[in-house]
Every structure is written in C-alpha cells, then in structure tokens.
C-alpha cells in the first residue's frame, strides 16, 4: 500500500522564478493537503484541495496555487519566488467522510520537497 | 483564535529515561481535535495520535500515553523508557471539527528530543 509520494525531494531555484511541487495520496485516499515548514518550526497549512477545488486556504498569497486532477493528485505551483519561499513542503491526505464532509481521520503526510530559493 | 504551544524547544534525555512533552493549546471552539505527530530525520511527520475534545480518557500505547486535560487546555505526551529510536521532532496540533474543515492543522513549533544512548 504506497502512501503519500511527493516529487521532487529537493530542487534548487533563484528568486523570480517559479516551482511546481506534486503529490500522490494515499491510495484510497481522495483529499490533499499542503504545508510549507520553515526550517525550526512547525509546519503551517497552504490550502486543502477535495473534488478538483480548493476547499480552505491559509494565510498565503495568491502566487501560492495548486490543482487537484481526477486521480485525486496535485500540484502546488509557487510564482515569484521569494528568499522566504524556502522551506519544506509537505504533502498530507485524508478521506472525507462523503456525509459530512469531515475527514474521518489522522493526515498521513509524504516526506516532503524542500525547496531552496537563492 | 486558535494557537498551540509546546514550550519545551529541546530535550535531551538518557536512553531509558522517561520524559513528557508538553503542549498547551488555545480554541474558542466546543468541538475540536488533538494531534502528536513525530518527525524524524526524513522529514514525513509520522501520525501518533488523535484526541477529540469530548473523551478525556488517557490513553497508552506502549511506551507512549497521552494525558488530556482540558481544564488546563493541554495534551501532554510521556514517552516511558525512552530508547535511541524515539529521537526526533515531535509536533502537537489542533484543529478545529466541523464543516470539512478537518485537514487545517495549527501546529505547534516542535519540541526536538535526543536521546543518548
């Protein structure tokens, strides 16, 4: 049972340019979360996506984007990169309880893309 | 709004030592959620458990028990006879219940544990 795979592991961009992260869920798994983590801290939530839309989103900028495609992968697009854009990006997904919308329960997370900005 | 706090930014222990870390955390909501996740060196942060807040009950597993409180808003963890193995960033978090909302994690900002053999 593969669970939650992120590619790539690490890459190296400068400041201007513009990343795409991906992510495949745990299988049987049909919500995608992303996270940014700062080295030293804990990580904070980017957005969810559920259905192929973006269902909740954090404090972050629009040059944060994303995309659920009907396999239930995603991607997380970052524009404009930023000195501060460097960080882990982790992947978590769940199932939603199709009754209530909530998930059902923990988050299993990938091990992370970590992105350097120069 | 909604915050959690593990005070504790480092702990270094001697293997077979016991050794609590600690989380306090701030909602204004009724209904909500508890987490510890662990992250070790690889970077997945690992599920270790989830609390909702209508069961207080304490909870072990192994080595490893949980202590809720909420009168004192904190989700304790105790790690009994700690081994090399448990070393890592342990994260507690909250979120909130309700609306789908579930999946939005506030995470604290870890508390790293070494452990020496």
């Known amino acids: 049972d593969a669970g939650v795979t992120q590619s790539p592991t690490h890459l190296i961009k400068t400041r201007g340019q513009q990343v795409t992260l991906r992510c495949s869920p745990k299988?049987?798994?049909?919500?995608v979360s992303w996270y940014q983590q700062a080295l030293g801290q804990g990580p904070q939530f980017i957005f969810q996506y559920y259905e192929e839309e973006e269902r909740q989103r954090g404090n972050f900028p629009d040059r944060f984007s994303g995309h659920q495609f009907p396999n239930y992968s995603s991607e997380l697009n970052v524009n404009a990169l930023l000195l501060g854009d460097s960080a882990l990006y982790l992947c978590a997904s769940s199932l939603k309880d199709r009754v209530d919308l909530k998930n059902t329960g923990e988050l299993f997370f990938g091990e992370g893309s970590r992105l350097t900005v120069l | 709004a909604q915050k959690v706090t593990q005070a504790q930014t480092e702990i270094s222990v001697v293997e077979k030592e016991d050794v609590t870390l600690d989380c306090v955390y701030e909602?204004?909501?009724?209904?909500?959620?508890l987490f510890w996740y662990k992250q070790p060196p690889s970077g997945e942060l690992v599920f270790l458990i989830r609390?909702?807040?209508?069961?207080?009950q304490n909870e072990i597993s192994g080595r490893y028990s949980w202590n809720f409180q909420k009168s004192t808003s904190s989700f304790n963890f105790t790690i009994t006879a700690s081994q090399v193995v448990d070393s890592a960033v342990y994260f507690c978090?909250?979120?909130?219940?309700?609306?789908?909302?579930?999946?939005?994690?506030?995470f604290g900002k870890g508390t790293k544990l070494s452990v020496k053999p």
């Open positions: 299988s049987g798994h049909d919500t």
């Open positions: 609390r909702n807040s209508f069961d207080e």
């Open positions: 978090a909250l979120s909130e219940a309700g609306g789908g909302s579930q999946g939005n994690l506030i």
């Open positions: 909602t204004r909501d009724t209904t909500y959620y």
